[in-house]
RNA sequence: GCCCAGGUGGCGGAAUUGGUAGACGCGCUGGAUUCAAAAUCCAGUUCCGCGAGGAGUGCGGGUUCGAUUCCCGCCCUGGGUACCA
């Protein structure tokens, strides 16, 4: 099949080293790297030994292989080929053509996804062929196996048993040679792979580290003209089209069998109009049913497919493109979404710029995270933008996961069990739907009802005459009947409760199960926020004005920083109990001073949108103005006080407090700290060995 | 196997540069108010111990005056990945 793809791998040393740049998790630029999957090494070539014994050695057949161990190059004990590799027919002598044949048949059955899964099992064939050693000139067998990839590297390795676990196995599975090139390792049980260590019985290599052999290994391999020092990465280019009907279609005419690009003047090429959205019966694409789907090159025009004469009018491409060519810079796009002519401005993109903060899932990081990097940097390299990487800060959120409930089934069939005593029985875990569950105690009648095929199903229930399910924690999924909706919290509690709550339950990166059991707390908070308005039986609106006192300045500015450090750090967790401590710490001061309030609103005003808006506009201000108001300004001289809580501890352990001014040193610190009688409890009669204060923090006495 | 993240009360979690472990909330216990309930308020709540006190951040070591935080070894949980030479 005749495919589109893109040339990702001309990237990937850039997405490589782009990633240093990135504001990422470790785990997503991890997961990029290994999908790279840089490795470096060196190749090198072995000719191919043909006729008899001392003949010449120099054939025009030379086998090239990628290897990352160049300094176990004496511990080669044959080569093996993938397969596929070109070579394998050429080499086969007459005595093996057979049974080489009937291996190459046997792996091309075997699809890709059989031949990974498979690995335990180990399979090969000799070919009668061997290569010449480069640096001893010794015969090598060749091999074929199906755990070398065509795809990857050269599609032929050197086999080393002694310092590749696979090699190992597959030298011992056919009773091949196993060198030992390593000093003083044993290897009679698995190959040596630690990467430090020294080389033996190898040449210009012995007694070298494994690290120095490299180098010296590869230095004399390019001397000698045997091979040279290369990179090689796992990822492969993207497959850029799709078989099916729905996706943008390729501005692609055939001209004499040959891809031919359609000028940009004359874009966009639209959709054409489809009976079905199926493969052709001759399996081309479902854009093989249109009928109006050729191009005519006179008229620059999309015609009918009659008119297709192969001198003016062409058949068009059949394949679309894959949902990556728009997932890859839609948000370029935002910034100039009605521009006609360009896919987005030059200017507009240098004012904007690329994306701030990516909130998204870790499972795109093979995917979408990479195609959009790889896209990106092509249209910087061409001009069109000024950013090489499109997500500069990126936060995975974790997801809220659900609580499923089982009931157990005997393998019979008609009975459930109930959860413990579901081990006396040979059943399965069934999904059961949570509605039909409280507190793990199932409903059986709902239970017969929602699942006609156990109406007459008998149960088994506990001592106690109900039935108890299991539950477990996982995705939410209509299939695993563990889908909470939150309309009934919102109706219950409302909006606002609801998204502080959801900010509440913990950092924003953690997954974890949707538990509604502390939802009341935030409720509770949102409700005495309203309090600090409304005073009196009848919970009127009233507040003070004038001055704020001392105290409620210092809660308010105290609040101001954390809640900005917090939402800095997209600590929502801690912003929502910052604001609950001041919230608390109002209450106890009775403050309900305009000036307090008013700022606090502003700052609440992201978490609680609703209530905010509505004290905002009591407050007297034009309803829907909260979003214009000013970000209260942090005064540090608020919070500065004018005495210090000392802890006083001894080797380490907190044991007195006590306040002095914030004003005093060191010395004066540590002089008062001595003159305290209540040491002697903890001294017991010896001197301190040693006393090391930290003036605003902390006293320690060491005994 | 390899790579990454994580492990703190009954529970969700906090401790931003090594400096008072358990903020805030849930739950629980006791009390006030009430005919009663809801709501609200007050007090308590890491564990052991009547107490004085002792122990304590997965386990075992180490560095330090001082370690949830740094270093070494191990265990467990979650995620990713795998004949990649």
Same mark, same amino acid.
């Given at each position: 099949m005749r495919q589109w793809s893109m040339r990702i791998k001309a990237y990937a040393e850039r997405l490589l080293t782009g990633l240093e740049t990135l504001d990422w998790?470790?785990?997503?630029?991890?997961?990029?790297?290994?999908?790279?999957?840089?490795?470096?090494?060196? *190749?090198?070539?072995?000719?191919?030994?043909?006729?008899?014994?001392?003949?010449?050695?120099?054939?025009?057949?030379?086998?090239?292989?990628?290897?990352?161990?160049?300094?176990?190059?004496?511990?080669?004990?044959?080569?093996?080929?993938? =397969?596929?590799?070109?070579?394998?027919?050429?080499?086969?002598?007459?005595?093996?053509?057979?049974?080489?044949?009937?291996?190459?048949?046997?792996?091309?059955?075997?699809?890709?996804?059989?031949?990974?899964?498979?690995?335990?099992?180990i399979t090969g064939q000799f070919t009668g062929a061997y290569v010449l050693h480069p640096f001893t000139n010794e015969k090598v067998q060749?091999?074929?196996?199906?755990?070398?990839?065509?795809?990857?590297?050269?599609?032929?390795?050197?086999?080393?048993?002694?310092g590749d676990q696979r090699d190992w196995d597959f030298a011992n599975h056919f009773n091949l040679e196993i060198k030992n090139i390593f000093e003083n390792v044993d290897i009679s049980e698995s190959a040596y792979t630690d990467k430090s260590g020294k080389i033996a019985h190898s040449d210009f290599l012995s007694g070298l580290e494994i690290k120095d052999a490299m180098k010296k290994a590869i230095e004399e391999i390019e001397k000698r003209g045997l091979g040279k020092g290369k990179t090689n990465y796992r990822l492969r280019d993207a497959v850029f089209s799709r078989q099916r009907y729905w996706g943008e279609p390729f501005p692609?005419?055939?001209?004499?069998?040959? =891809?031919?690009?359609?000028?940009?003047?004359?874009?966009?090429?639209?959709?054409p109009e489809v009976e079905k959205y199926l493969p052709t019966e001759d399996g081309e694409p479902p854009l093989g049913n249109a009928k109006t789907w050729a191009w005519d090159t006179t008229k620059n025009s999309v015609v009918s497919n009659e008119l297709i004469?192969?001198?003016?009018?062409?058949?068009?491409?059949?394949?679309?493109?894959?949902?990556?060519?728009?997932?890859?810079?839609?948000?370029?796009?935002?910034?100039?979404?009605?521009?006609?002519?360009?896919?987005?401005?030059?200017?507009?993109a240098d004012y904007w710029k690329s994306v701030d903060l990516y909130i998204g899932g870790s499972e795109h990081a093979t995917g979408h995270l990479l195609y959009a990097r790889f896209w990106n940097m092509f249209l910087f390299d061409q001009g069109y933008i000024s950013f090489a990487e499109p997500f500069q800060k990126m936060i995975n959120q974790g997801m809220i996961l659900g609580r499923?409930?089982?009931?157990?089934?005997?393998?019979?069939?008609?009975?459930?069990?109930?959860?413990?005593?579901?081990?006396?029985?040979?059943?399965?875990?069934?999904?059961?739907?949570?509605?039909?569950?409280?507190?793990?105690?199932? /409903?059986?009648?709902?239970? %017969?009802?929602w699942r006609s095929d156990y109406a007459d199903a008998e149960f088994i229930l506990e001592d106690d005459g109900t039935y108890v399910c299991g539950h477990e924690v996982e995705k939410m999924s209509k299939s695993k009947f563990n889908v909470q909706t939150p309309d009934e919290l919102v109706e219950k509690f409302g909006a606002d409760t609801l998204r502080m709550y959801e900010m509440f339950l913990g950092p924003i990166e953690q997954a974890k199960p949707w538990d509604t059991k502390g939802i009341n707390?935030?409720?509770?908070?949102?409700?005495?926020?309203?309090?600090?308005?409304?005073?009196?039986?009848?919970?009127?609106?009233?507040?003070?004005?004038?001055?704020?006192?001392?105290?409620?300045?210092?809660?308010?500015?105290?609040?101001?920083? %954390?809640?900005?450090?917090?939402?800095?750090?997209?600590?929502?967790?801690?912003?929502?109990?910052?604001?609950?401590?001041?919230?608390?710490?109002?209450?106890?001061? %009775?403050?309900?001073?305009?000036?307090?309030?008013?700022?606090?609103?502003?700052?609440? *005003?992201?978490?609680?949108?609703?209530?905010?808006?509505?004290?905002?506009?009591?407050?007297?201000?034009?309803?829907? *103005?909260?979003?214009?108001?000013?970000?209260? %300004?942090?005064?540090?001289?608020?919070?500065?006080?004018?005495?210090?809580?000392? $802890?006083?501890?001894?080797?380490?352990?907190?044991?007195?407090?006590? /306040?002095? $001014?914030?004003?005093?040193?060191?010395?004066?610190?540590?002089?008062?700290?001595?003159?305290?009688?209540?040491?002697?409890?903890?001294?017991?009669?010896?001197?301190?060995?040693?006393?090391?204060?930290? =003036?605003?923090?902390?006293?320690?006495?060491?005994?």
């Amino acid at each position: 099949m005749r495919q589109w793809s893109m040339r990702i791998k001309a990237y990937a040393e850039r997405l490589l080293t782009g990633l240093e740049t990135l504001d990422w998790t470790d785990s997503v630029k991890d997961i990029q790297r290994n999908w790279i999957g840089k490795s470096t090494g060196c *190749s090198l070539f072995f000719s191919l030994w043909r006729g008899t014994e001392g003949e010449d050695a120099s054939s025009e057949y030379k086998i090239e292989v990628f290897t990352t161990r160049p300094d176990t190059v004496f511990g080669v004990s044959f080569v093996v080929l993938a =397969p596929e590799h070109p070579l394998v027919d050429e080499i086969t002598t007459e005595e093996y053509k057979e049974a080489v044949e009937n291996y190459k048949k046997a792996a091309s059955l075997k699809t890709e996804r059989d031949r990974q899964s498979d690995v335990k099992n180990i399979t090969g064939q000799f070919t009668g062929a061997y290569v010449l050693h480069p640096f001893t000139n010794e015969k090598v067998q060749i091999w074929i196996g199906d755990y070398v990839l065509a795809s990857y590297g050269t599609g032929a390795v050197m086999a080393v048993p002694c310092g590749d676990q696979r090699d190992w196995d597959f030298a011992n599975h056919f009773n091949l040679e196993i060198k030992n090139i390593f000093e003083n390792v044993d290897i009679s049980e698995s190959a040596y792979t630690d990467k430090s260590g020294k080389i033996a019985h190898s040449d210009f290599l012995s007694g070298l580290e494994i690290k120095d052999a490299m180098k010296k290994a590869i230095e004399e391999i390019e001397k000698r003209g045997l091979g040279k020092g290369k990179t090689n990465y796992r990822l492969r280019d993207a497959v850029f089209s799709r078989q099916r009907y729905w996706g943008e279609p390729f501005p692609v005419y055939y001209k004499d069998g040959l =891809p031919t690009i359609i000028e940009t003047q004359h874009l966009p090429i639209i959709l054409p109009e489809v009976e079905k959205y199926l493969p052709t019966e001759d399996g081309e694409p479902p854009l093989g049913n249109a009928k109006t789907w050729a191009w005519d090159t006179t008229k620059n025009s999309v015609v009918s497919n009659e008119l297709i004469d192969n001198k003016n009018v062409f058949p068009l491409e059949l394949n679309t493109m894959p949902g990556w060519a728009g997932s890859s810079w839609y948000f370029l796009r935002y910034m100039d979404a009605n521009n006609e002519t360009e896919f987005v401005n030059k200017e507009k993109a240098d004012y904007w710029k690329s994306v701030d903060l990516y909130i998204g899932g870790s499972e795109h990081a093979t995917g979408h995270l990479l195609y959009a990097r790889f896209w990106n940097m092509f249209l910087f390299d061409q001009g069109y933008i000024s950013f090489a990487e499109p997500f500069q800060k990126m936060i995975n959120q974790g997801m809220i996961l659900g609580r499923s409930s089982f009931v157990y089934r005997t393998l019979e069939g008609n009975t459930i069990v109930s959860a413990s005593k579901k081990n006396e029985y040979n059943t399965i875990p069934l999904h059961v739907d949570i509605a039909l569950v409280d507190n793990d105690k199932l /409903d059986i009648e709902g239970f %017969k009802k929602w699942r006609s095929d156990y109406a007459d199903a008998e149960f088994i229930l506990e001592d106690d005459g109900t039935y108890v399910c299991g539950h477990e924690v996982e995705k939410m999924s209509k299939s695993k009947f563990n889908v909470q909706t939150p309309d009934e919290l919102v109706e219950k509690f409302g909006a606002d409760t609801l998204r502080m709550y959801e900010m509440f339950l913990g950092p924003i990166e953690q997954a974890k199960p949707w538990d509604t059991k502390g939802i009341n707390g935030v409720s509770n908070f949102l409700r005495k926020f309203w309090r600090l308005f409304h005073q009196g039986a009848d919970y009127a609106f009233e507040i003070t004005e004038g001055e704020p006192t001392k105290e409620a300045l210092k809660t308010l500015h105290k609040t101001i920083q %954390k809640v900005t450090a917090d939402l800095e750090r997209f600590s929502f967790n801690t912003g929502v109990s910052n604001f609950m401590i001041a919230c608390n710490e109002l209450s106890d001061q %009775k403050c309900n001073n305009r000036q307090i309030l008013t700022d606090l609103v502003v700052l609440l *005003s992201p978490y609680a949108p609703h209530i905010c808006e509505e004290l905002w506009v009591k407050l007297g201000h034009e309803a829907g *103005s909260i979003n214009k108001a000013t970000y209260p %300004k942090f005064n540090e001289a608020y919070l500065v006080s004018d005495s210090f809580s000392y $802890p006083i501890s001894f080797n380490g352990k907190v044991r007195i407090k006590v /306040d002095l $001014p914030s004003s005093m040193n060191a010395k004066e610190i540590e002089d008062h700290v001595m003159g305290m009688s209540e040491l002697n409890k903890y001294l017991e009669g010896k001197q301190p060995k040693k006393l090391i204060v930290v =003036p605003g923090r902390i006293v320690n006495i060491v005994v």
